[in-house]
């Protein structure tokens, strides 16, 4: 009687333990126009507005523990509109690969939140692969490709990748 019990609270146990879910998108669409164009800092274009605002729509129901971009304006502004709607400050981390893994990691081991992160085409993958997770596609994320919404799953330390897609499809 007790082994029964026994299984049935693991059971209970694992199937309760907590889910940390961290969403990862790349920046919307940038302008070619931005003043800011010169100095490598884009604002985001009329498309990557509307973008943002589908990201905002898609996620405000979640509840969101934190949410994370690099210093540039187009992955502050990609996620300016759930964090408005959240009352949350987006944290920034330096754009590059080893401080998106590192924060990838850290995020990894927080139990039972849900993070939003906006990166760029090159870290992003990345920062998938070095989960060990495998992607549909080789290298960087295509320079004209803004719909992804890399939803990454932790539970029991056993990691999942889910692909989607968000907004108007990228041609």
Not at 8 to 34: D, M, N, Q
Not at 92 to 113: E, F, H
Not at 141 to 150: A, R
Not at 151 to 162: A, G
Request: glycine residues 6%; positive net charge.
């Amino acid at each position: 009687m007790r082994y029964i019990i026994l299984c049935c609270l693991s059971g209970w146990f694992f199937a309760c333990s907590p889910v940390t879910t961290i969403y990862l998108v790349r920046h919307a669409e940038k302008s070619t126009t931005s003043s800011t164009m010169m100095a490598g800092d884009m604002d985001l274009s009329a498309a990557g507005n509307a973008r943002a605002a589908v990201l905002s729509d898609s996620l405000s129901g979640k509840r969101i523990a934190a949410m994370f971009a690099t210093p540039l304006q187009r992955t502050q502004q990609t996620l300016q509109p759930l964090a408005n709607v959240k009352g949350l400050v987006i944290k920034q981390y330096p754009a590059t690969q080893v401080a998106s893994n590192a924060l990838l990691d850290s995020l990894s081991l927080i139990k039972g939140k849900i993070f939003v992160i906006a990166g760029h085409s090159n870290t992003v993958p990345e920062m998938i692969r070095h989960l060990g997770l495998p992607l549909s596609f080789a290298g960087n994320i295509p320079e004209n490709d803004f719909d992804n919404l890399f939803v990454i799953t932790i539970k029991n330390n056993e990691k999942k990748l889910v692909q989607k897609t968000y907004g108007v499809i990228s041609p």
